[in-house]
Each structure stands twice: as structure tokens, then as C-alpha cells.
């Protein structure tokens, strides 16, 4: 007997000021089930915030979400404070969609003293009061590693999702399609992703020690005359993919791509990508980011070689389970 679909759901979505473009584009996929509304984000003197939820009684017994970006950690004040309100109005049920988990790379204790700020902020979010649904449902993004799932408590239902069907997807527009391969930076990359790319050759880059020095060694894989795309979960300083075009350039690739799925870039490190001259333009022929980190979005609209694939359809989606 074929299983009955249930209705999409009518969903009220509320969103953070940086994300107010990545909301509007969510909407447009679904606007006969997605609902913009909005928050008066004011702040007091002091600094500390004066938020207003509006429409907060007609949220009674309806789909409700947020579109958060916890930027800086500033931010992170403001929006959990809206992220526990919004369950409490009797809501249907209440769906958290942050897109970058930030402390993701700071799960590791390497000496005692080292505090793993990603299970703080997952204990953080893992007290967001139950709606009337039950708990919240939390999609994030390509966190940094999985086992990062066993951080959250029951009180929350996490949902990882990825942003490499929109890699996939724009690599086969591509003149040279059958010529890519897709490269890791580090054996990291290569456990967290390899499985997603079954009908490409790959190569994995390691990092060995020579003397004070980490250099950068292709570890294994054929990379000579090939159009290769590195792919890694997120760029910081982007040193590492620096030193990985480098070691394929070196090994005879014909062009090199990257793709991470949130473009961090602090202290705009991103710059060190754009296309300056031509030794900048035969480095990087592509640097495809999500709209994760919409500040980042922002500030390197039309630089060249980046370009911005939008998880707005996929949130859509996840929006509905």
C-alpha cells in the first residue's frame, strides 16, 4: 500500500538581519508555504537588546522557523534569546535552521584546559524550550565533523545537511565536466566527503613536517592535465588551499577550483583570492562558497573567481520534513 503524502506545511519564517536576503530567496521557492515575518531587533543604551516579535499571537498552533546567523559572538546573544521565545507561543512546531555551526572545528580537547566550545554552544541550543510539536528541529550545514551530532541532547532533533548537490550540480554546467577531479585538502576532507563524489577520481593532499615547517604533499592520486576542485567544509585564512593549488598546479593540473560550503574568511582573508593579475587568475579559476556566512556573501559580491551557490532551495526543503 503506497504511503499518503502529507500536505507541505504552511510555515511562518522569521530570520536574523544578516540572513534577511537568504530568507527572501528561501521564500521565493515556496511562497504558497513560506511566510516572511518579522522582529524588531532595537537595542537599549546600554547596548543589550530591545526585541520585539511581531505578530507573536497569531503564531498560535503554527509552523514556525528561524533563519539564524551567529557571525560573531555578539549575535549569539540577541538571536537565542528570540530562538527560546518563539516555542513558547504555542507554537505547532519550531525548526532552528542555521546553516553554519561555528565552533564546529573547535571540538577537540588536545591538553587539558582546552575548552571544546562546540559542545558549549550545542548545550546551548539543546535547552531551546519544546514546542507544542515537541522538539526543535535543528538543520545545520556541513558541520565540521559528525560526531559533533552527539553533542546536542535529546531536546533537540539535529538534521545535517550538506551543500555538495549544489557542487555536484554546477560542476556538470562546466565546458570541461569530464575532465574534474575533485581533490582534499587532508585526510579529514577526504573521511568527510569522499563518499558523495563515487563517480570522480579524487586526490588527497596531506601535511608533513620538515623541520619547524608543515608543507603540503599531494599523498595520492593523478592529478596531471586535469581540471581539479578542492573541497573542504569551511576556508578561515585560506592558507591551506594556497598551499594545495600550489602542490597540484606543480604536479601538472591544467586548472584549479575550490569549493567550501561556508566562507568564514575573517579579517577579509578572502581578498587574497580575487583576481588581481594574471598569476592570481591561473591560481583559482573558480571558488564556489554557499550563502551560509551571509556577511561574507555580502562583501564579495562579484569578485571574481568566487561565486555564490545558494542553499535557499535546499532550506525550502527542509523547511517541509
Keep these: 500500500m503506497a504511503m499518503v503524502k502529507s500536505p507541505k ?8 538581519l544578516d540572513c534577511e536576503q537568504l530568507a527572501i530567496k528561501v521564500a521565493s521557492h515556496s511562497p504558497s508555504n513560506i511566510t516572511l515575518q518579522n522582529i524588531k531587533w532595537r537595542s537599549f543604551a546600554d547596548g543589550f537588546p530591545n526585541i520585539f516579535i511581531n505578530n507573536a ?12 546567523s551567529f557571525s560573531s559572538p555578539a549575535q549569539v546573544f540577541e538571536q537565542l534569546s528570540v530562538i527560546y521565545a518563539l516555542p513558547r507561543l504555542f507554537v505547532a512546531s519550531f525548526t532552528l535552521v542555521l546553516p553554519f555551526f561555528p565552533t564546529g ?9 582546552d575548552v571544546a566550545t562546540a559542545f558549549t554552544l550545542a548545550r546551548m541550543l539543546s535547552n531551546i524550550p519544546i514546542s507544542r510539536g515537541g522538539p526543535t528541529s535543528l538543520v545545520i550545514y556541513d558541520i565540521h565533523a559528525l560526531q559533533e551530532r552527539f553533542y546536542f541532547g535529546d531536546e533537540v532533533l539535529p538534521l545535517f545537511e550538506t551543500g555538495i548537490p549544489l557542487l555536484k550540480e554546477r560542476l556538470q554546467q562546466l565546458p570541461d565536466a569530464d575532465n574534474v577531479v575533485i581533490a582534499f585538502p587532508d585526510d579529514g576532507a577526504w573521511k568527510r566527503f569522499h563518499k558523495q563524489f ?8 596531506t601535511k608533513v613536517r620538515e623541520g619547524d615547517k608543515r608543507i603540503v604533499r599531494l599523498k595520492e592520486g593523478h592529478v596531471s592535465g586535469h581540471h581539479v576542485v578542492i573541497v573542504d567544509d569551511l576556508v578561515q585564512s585560506g592558507g591551506t588551499l594556497i598551499e594545495c593549488q600550489k602542490v597540484l598546479a606543480a604536479n ?8 567550501v560550503t561556508h566562507g568564514v574568511f575573517p579579517n577579509q582573508s578572502w581578498l587574497r583570492f580575487t583576481h588581481k593579475d594574471e598569476a592570481s587568475e591561473k591560481a583559482f579559476s573558480y571558488f564556489w562558497i554557499t550563502d551560509s556566512c ?11 573567481p568566487f561565486e555564490v551557490l545558494s542553499l535557499a532551495g535546499s532550506i ?3 523547511l517541509q520534513i
Design 9 to 16: 506545511k504552511q510555515v511562518n519564517l522569521f530570520y536574523s
Design 57 to 68: 499571537e497569531e503564531l498560535r498552533g503554527q509552523h514556525v522557523a528561524f533563519l539564524a
Design 105 to 113: 572545528s573547535m571540538e577537540r580537547m588536545e591538553e587539558e584546559g
Design 198 to 205: 563515487d563517480n570522480y577520481s579524487v586526490v588527497v593532499c
Design 252 to 259: 601538472g593540473a591544467a586548472k584549479v577550483s575550490a569549493y
Design 294 to 304: 551571509p556577511v561574507t556573501v555580502k562583501a564579495l559580491a562579484n569578485q571574481a
Design 316 to 318: 525550502a526543503n527542509a
